[in-house]
C-alpha cells in the first residue's frame, strides 16, 4: 500500500515502483524471516487510515489466516542548487558551476503482521531511510542525474525520465529493509517470552 494522505507526502509511486516493491517484500522478508507468502492481494479501494480492520476482511474473503500488510510512505524536499559538470567535488571534480537542484526522499515502511481470524496484530516494525538525487535543469552530462543513499558509496544512475521514481524506490526499498530487520527482532521476542513462559521448570515471571 502506498500512503499519500500526509499533507507533505510524496507523490503517488508509479506501477513500476509498486511491483519493484511488492518483489522486494516477498523476497527481503522470506530471506530473513520463517514466513512464506502465498498470494499478493490488491489494496485498490482500501485506504491505511489507521484501522486494520478493511484489511483482515479482505484476508478473510480470500480465506487466508494471516496477512503480512506493507505500507509505504515519504515526504520529499527539493532546492536549487550549483553542481559540477562532470563528478562531485568530493571526488576531485571542479567547483559547482551548472544550475541544477537536490531531491531529498525520506521514506517510511511500516510492516504488520495481522491475525485475520481474531484482528489481533501479532507483530508490527517500521524503518526510515533517505535517497537524494542530484539533476541538471539543462541535461548536459552523462553524471547526471544521480542517486546517493544513506551509508551507500555506489551512486545510483537512473535515466532522466525516471530519476524521481526511482528515487522513491530506492528508498522506500531501504526503510523496508530495516523494517524486515525490525519485525524480525521482534518475532524472536515474542518467541523468547513465549518459550520462557511455557517452561514448567522457569520461574514465574
Same mark, same amino acid.
Given at each position: 500500500? @502506498? ?9 503517488? =509511486? ?6 519493484? !516493491? ?6 527481503? *522478508?522470506? +530471506?530473513?524471516?520463517?514466513? +512464506? ?6 489494496? &485498490? ?18 480465506? =487466508? ?17 550549483? =553542481?559540477? %559538470? @562532470? #563528478? ?17 526522499? $525520506? ?14 496484530? *501479532? ?5 526510515? &531511510? ?13 553524471? $547526471?542525474? %544521480?542517486?546517493?543513499?544513506? !551509508? ?15 528515487? +522513491? ?25 513465549? #518459550?520462557?513462559?511455557?517452561?514448567? #521448570?522457569?520461574?514465574?515471571?
Amino acid at each position: 500500500v @502506498n500512503d499519500t494522505t500526509a499533507p507533505r507526502s510524496a507523490p503517488s =509511486l508509479s506501477e513500476n515502483a509498486l511491483i519493484f !516493491l511488492t518483489d522486494q517484500v516477498q523476497e527481503q *522478508v522470506q +530471506r530473513a524471516l520463517p514466513i +512464506r507468502l502465498v498470494k499478493v492481494l490488491p489494496s &485498490a479501494g482500501i485506504s491505511p487510515a489507521g484501522d486494520p480492520e478493511p484489511f483482515v476482511r479482505l484476508a478473510r474473503e480470500q480465506g =487466508l489466516e494471516y496477512l503480512l500488510l506493507a505500507i509505504f510512505s515519504s515526504q520529499e524536499s527539493e532546492v536549487p542548487t550549483y =553542481l559540477p %559538470v @562532470n #563528478a562531485p567535488v568530493e571526488q576531485g571534480g571542479p567547483r559547482p558551476q551548472v544550475p541544477g537542484f537536490t531531491a531529498n526522499n $525520506y521514506a517510511l515502511a511500516e510492516l504488520a503482521l495481522l491475525n485475520a481470524k481474531t484482528g489481533e496484530t *501479532v507483530l508490527k516494525a517500521n524503518g526510515q &531511510a533517505w535517497a537524494s538525487l542530484d539533476r541538471l535543469y539543462v541535461p548536459m552530462s552523462n553524471a $547526471y542525474p %544521480v542517486i546517493h543513499r544513506a !551509508l551507500q558509496i555506489a551512486p545510483i544512475f537512473p535515466r532522466e525520465k525516471d530519476a524521481k521514481d526511482v528515487l +522513491r524506490s530506492i528508498a522506500a526499498r531501504d526503510a523496508l529493509e530495516q523494517a524486515v530487520q525490525d519485525l524480525n527482532r521482534g518475532r524472536k521476542k515474542v518467541v523468547s517470552a513465549t #518459550a520462557f513462559s511455557a517452561c514448567p #521448570a522457569c520461574p514465574a515471571s
